[in-house]
T-cell receptor, first 112, second 113 residues
Framework: SQELEQSPQSLIVQEGKNLTINCTSS?????LYWYKQKYGEGLIFLMM?????EEKSHEKITAKLDEKKQQSSLHITASQPSHAGIYLC????????????FGTGTRLKVLA | ETGVTQTPRHLVMGMTNKKSLKCEQH?????MYWYKQSAKKPLELMFV???????ENNSVPSRFSPECPNSSHLFLHLHTLQPEDSALYLC????????????FGQGTRLTVV
């Protein structure tokens, strides 16, 4: 079965610093999704990537999907306390029927 | 606000109780999902419904019983749960089962005592 591995598991950065979170899949990704979760709450959709080499940005967050479609990165520029939370990558898998699987998440803390 | 509403937000139940979790979406989505989120584990897919039909049961114990009466509502009926079932239960919906992003509810924090 397909698995997603995220790194790092946790990250503490000073406000204003840049950071990158990685998501690696054991199989080719057909759809890669990035979500943000505040502790104990639901997931907020950030971005979806489908094509190899695709890059999308929203405000200070940029996500890329590599050409081979087995790794994605999420980059935050000039981090702010509002960026703090858990970032999860999710992917579609076609093992059996279409379904979404998720990585273990990266817990981000931004120090003011 | 994602358009997916879950109730209740918090639930404490005894191992002999019967309770239900409710999920509602008015986004016009056709696929709905139940996930379980435990500490330090990836989100675990439990059930998938597509156009009201169950398309996925990820080897979930029978003490969890889903129900999808229409495309807008999804329930998770709980009975004789175990303490290890304590977790955050998340509902999600998507336009289609595959190819589109899923929108999540705020979750129900379940504690089994």
């Amino acid at each position: 079965s397909q698995e997603l591995e995220q790194s790092p598991q946790s990250l503490i950065v000073q406000e204003g610093k840049n950071l990158t979170i990685n998501c690696t899949s054991s199989k080719t990704l057909y759809g890669l999704y990035w979500y943000k979760q505040k502790y104990g709450e639901g997931l907020i959709f950030l971005m979806m990537l489908q094509k190899g080499g695709e890059e999308k940005s929203h405000e200070k967050i940029t996500a890329k999907l590599d050409e081979k479609k087995q790794q994605s990165s999420l980059h935050i520029t000039a981090s702010q306390p509002s960026h703090a939370g858990i970032y999860l990558c999710g992917a579609e898998t076609t093992s059996g029927t279409y379904k979404y699987i998720f990585g273990t998440g990266t817990r981000l803390k931004v120090l003011a | 606000e994602t358009g997916v509403t879950q109730t209740p937000r918090h639930l404490v139940m005894g191992m002999t109780n019967k309770k239900s979790l409710k999920c509602e979406q008015h986004l016009g989505h056709n696929a709905m999902y139940w996930y379980k989120q435990s500490a330090k584990k990836p989100l675990e897919l439990m059930f998938v419904y597509n156009f009201k039909e169950q398309t996925e049961n990820n080897s979930v114990p029978s003490r969890f019983s889903p129900e999808c009466p229409n495309s807008s509502h999804l329930f998770l009926h709980l009975h004789t749960l175990q303490p290890e079932d304590s977790a955050l239960y998340l509902c999600a919906s998507s336009q289609l089962q595959g190819g589109t992003e899923a929108f999540f509810g705020q979750g129900t924090r379940l504690t089994v005592v």
